[in-house]
């Protein structure tokens, strides 16, 4: 990890990323955040003391059960919030966040900002459609498509480029399920014919 406090290059990537029209506040004090593939943005262990916007790579939200087991909620995909839940409820996190590829985040500490962001309305607009963003996602892996085969076809099919899922990791993470399951169905969809094998971890659909 690497917090770089060079105002030019911050000024960039809030620029960049369109963040500043978020807020009514003014002269916040942001900053930058980088990670390596594999470090952690949050933990549910450790107390949140910035908000984290990502604006470059992939982070994947997931959380332990009750036996310890991984269970992936989404994927962050260039884009997305954390510590929105944590400010509004005054908690620790409630999921891991996981670099699946290098990550930049636009930081903003949480505690001496919040008496100015609390009356920020277009800032709790924002919070509110981050909230409803991941909602959706989930519900949409749960209802529309229950079943995990059904949920890797429509993914390759519909959601990557040129049909060809990258990653093991970063794709249980997106389809919430686990690296085992997905391994599972990999397998027989691949016996069938369905998809094809192309590298490590990357299959094509046929």
């Known amino acids: 990890m690497e917090k770089i406090y060079d105002r030019d290059v911050t000024e960039r990537w809030l620029a960049k990323a369109g963040l500043a029209e978020q807020f009514d506040t003014t002269e916040l004090d942001f900053f930058l955040i980088r990670y390596e593939s594999g470090e952690f943005l949050s933990r549910q262990e450790q107390a949140i003391e910035n908000f984290q916007f990502l604006v470059s790579g992939d982070a994947a939200l997931y959380y332990l059960d009750g036996e310890g087991e991984r269970r992936n909620v989404s994927v962050l995909e260039g884009a997305g919030l954390l510590g929105d839940m944590e400010f509004v409820l005054g908690s620790r996190p409630y999921f891991y966040a996981e670099a699946v590829t290098p990550v930049t985040v636009l930081a903003l500490p949480m505690e ?95």
């Open 112 to 206: 001496v900002n919040r008496a100015r962001l609390e009356r920020d309305c277009r800032f709790l607009m924002y919070l509110l459609r981050q909230a409803s963003q991941i909602k959706i996602l989930t519900a949409r892996n749960q209802v529309v498509l229950p079943g995990l085969r059904e949920r890797l076809l429509y993914h390759l099919g519909c959601e990557c480029p040129h049909q060809t899922m990258s990653g093991m990791d970063r794709t249980a993470a997106k389809l919430r399920c686990s690296r085992r399951q997905l391994q599972r169905v990999v397998k027989e969809l691949a016996e069938q014919g369905r998809i094809v094998k192309r590298g490590r971890g990357c299959y094509q659909l046929v």
